[in-house]
């Protein structure tokens, strides 16, 4: 194995990893000619730090102890719902070394009661988001779309995770629209009739054209949710530019790449831009963005505040992993609620605002996810009925 491999996995443990470079470790492990060598440097590492420096206190043994037991139970429940994965300890770990608490360093660990610590879990499995939409042609037929089904008309194409659009009839002036309806848990890929590409997260819909009227303003509407966009570049038609239309903003772009988070349980609009420019307008107000920049849309009084951002941690779910920086446990929730489909309620009020930092892959069961939450000792334990979990 490479020095520049053992470099990745060790700032990966340590909590230093960036994005990009959890993406080079990601492709490392998708090795095969890796992956034995791989898994067996992790583990004797993990292994190393976990188990042996946090054995500093007979308290700290105890409850590294109980969890190792939590986690014997969990790897035997994704047993007997035969959800183990191919590389599934690598998984694991994204989940178990990389999810920390801001200022957790104490001192003397608190003790927390047993029984207190187990998580509580129904029977029925709560699933990992996958590639699901629904798609509304102009006559108001619905198409459900998922893996393993395929759709095929003369300008429209589906694998059952991307769909596509071939451009029709140049001299066409009418405008017929589509929508794509994306399901809490559920997440896809669209190419658009101009070539246009988009991503789709959890609990959104996108309303867009068939085809383009070639020379005019190409337009689509992110009615709700979240969507990452590379923009066809308006050289390629005519000079046509692109907009994105919201029903608290306008995005007018010549050929670009950014991100619109839109949700409709949320105060603000956030737009980041990752190459090219934009310009946001609300009102009477514009706005222009320049790339590693937010822009912010308060709904409630429509002001729009610019800030300087990572761009990779904001569209980091478009690679498949979940960016917590700062986050509050309450923002965090409303994300896992999307991609899980459940629903998380809090015990204690004053859990919402614990803050924490991470990167977790999006492939990780929502039983690995809170047991990582679970080493912060910030929460008790979890409670999960069918559909709902109870943070404790």
Same mark, same amino acid.
């Given at each position: 194995?490479?020095?520049?491999?053992?470099?990745?996995?060790?700032?990966?443990?340590?909590?230093?990893?960036?994005?990009?470079?959890?993406?080079?470790?990601?492709?490392?492990?998708?090795?095969?000619?890796?992956?034995?060598?791989?898994?067996?440097?992790?583990?004797?590492?993990?292994?190393?730090?976990?188990?042996?420096?946090?054995?500093?206190?007979?308290? +700290?043994?105890?409850?590294?102890?109980?969890?190792?037991?939590?986690?014997?139970?969990?790897?035997?429940?994704?047993? *007997?719902?035969?959800?183990?994965?191919?590389?599934?300890?690598?998984?694991?770990?994204?989940?178990?070394?990389?999810?920390?608490?801001?200022?957790?360093?104490?001192?003397?660990?608190?003790?927390?009661?047993?029984?207190?610590?187990?998580?509580? =879990?129904?029977?029925?499995?709560?699933?990992?988001?996958?590639?699901? *939409?629904?798609?509304?042609?102009?006559?108001?037929?619905?198409?459900?779309?998922?893996?393993?089904?395929?759709?095929?008309?003369?300008?429209?194409?589906?694998?059952?995770?991307?769909?596509?659009? *071939?451009?029709?009839?140049? +001299?066409?002036?009418?405008?017929?629209?589509?929508?794509?309806?994306?399901?809490?848990?559920?997440?896809?890929?669209?190419?658009?009739?101009?070539?246009?590409?988009?991503?789709?997260?959890?609990?959104?819909?996108?309303?867009?054209?068939?085809?383009?009227?070639?020379?005019?303003?190409?337009?689509?509407?992110?009615?709700?949710?979240?969507?990452?966009?590379?923009?066809?570049?308006?050289?390629?038609?005519?000079?046509?530019?692109?907009?994105?239309?919201?029903?608290?903003?306008?995005?007018?772009?010549?050929?670009?790449?950014?991100? =619109?988070?839109?949700?409709?349980?949320?105060?603000?609009?956030?737009?980041?831009?990752?190459?090219?420019?934009? +310009?946001?307008?609300?009102?009477?107000?514009?706005?222009?963005?320049?790339?590693?920049?937010?822009?912010?849309?308060?709904?409630?009084?429509?002001?729009?505040?610019?800030?300087?951002?990572?761009?990779?941690?904001?569209?980091?779910?478009?690679?498949?992993?979940?960016?917590?920086?700062?986050?509050?446990?309450?923002?965090?929730?409303?994300?896992?609620?999307?991609?899980?489909?459940?629903?998380?309620?809090?015990?204690?009020?004053?859990?919402?605002?614990?803050?924490?930092?991470?990167?977790?892959?999006?492939?990780?069961?929502?039983?690995?996810?809170?047991?990582?939450?679970?080493?912060?000792? +910030?929460?008790?334990?979890?409670?999960?009925?069918?559909?709902?979990?109870?943070?404790?």
């Amino acid at each position: 194995m490479s020095k520049t491999i053992k470099t990745l996995i060790v700032k990966y443990l340590t909590k230093e990893a960036t994005i990009s470079e959890l993406d080079e470790l990601s492709r490392q492990i998708d090795d095969s000619s890796n992956k034995e060598e791989l898994i067996k440097y992790i583990k004797i590492n993990h292994a190393i730090d976990f188990n042996m420096k946090k054995f500093g206190t007979d308290n +700290s043994k105890k409850q590294l102890l109980e969890y190792i037991e939590r986690e014997k139970k969990t790897q035997t429940r994704r047993k *007997a719902f035969n959800v183990v994965k191919y590389a599934a300890v690598i998984l694991l770990l994204f989940g178990l070394g990389y999810f920390y608490k801001n200022g957790f360093q104490q001192k003397t660990p608190t003790p927390l009661n047993t029984k207190e610590m187990a998580p509580v =879990v129904s029977i029925d499995p709560i699933n990992v988001g996958s590639d699901k *939409a629904t798609l509304t042609l102009e006559d108001g037929t619905q198409i459900d779309l998922e893996k393993g089904k395929t759709l095929h008309t003369k300008n429209i194409q589906s694998n059952g995770e991307k769909l596509e659009y *071939a451009p029709t009839d140049s +001299s066409n002036t009418e405008i017929v629209y589509n929508y794509l309806t994306i399901p809490r848990g559920g997440q896809f890929h669209l190419k658009l009739a101009d070539g246009t590409l988009v991503w789709l997260n959890s609990e959104s819909q996108l309303k867009y054209p068939v085809d383009f009227v070639e020379g005019a303003t190409r337009e689509v509407e992110l009615v709700y949710g979240e969507a990452y966009f590379e923009v066809s570049p308006s050289t390629q038609h005519k000079g046509a530019t692109f907009k994105v239309l919201n029903p608290s903003q306008e995005i007018e772009v010549l050929g670009t790449a950014f991100n =619109v988070n839109a949700y409709k349980d949320e105060k603000n609009v956030y737009t980041t831009l990752v190459e090219g420019e934009v +310009s946001i307008s609300v009102g009477t107000t514009k706005q222009i963005l320049r790339p590693n920049q937010q822009s912010k849309v308060n709904l409630e009084n429509s002001n729009v505040t610019i800030i300087p951002v990572n761009v990779a941690y904001e569209v980091s779910w478009k690679k498949g992993f979940f960016s917590f920086k700062g986050k509050s446990l309450e923002d965090i929730a409303k994300v896992l609620s999307r991609w899980y489909d459940v629903n998380i309620i809090f015990s204690r009020p004053e859990l919402k605002n614990v803050k924490f930092n991470g990167v977790l892959s999006k492939e990780e069961t929502i039983e690995e996810i809170l047991n990582s939450i679970l080493t912060t000792n +910030s929460i008790k334990a979890y409670e999960i009925k069918n559909k709902k979990i109870t943070i404790k």
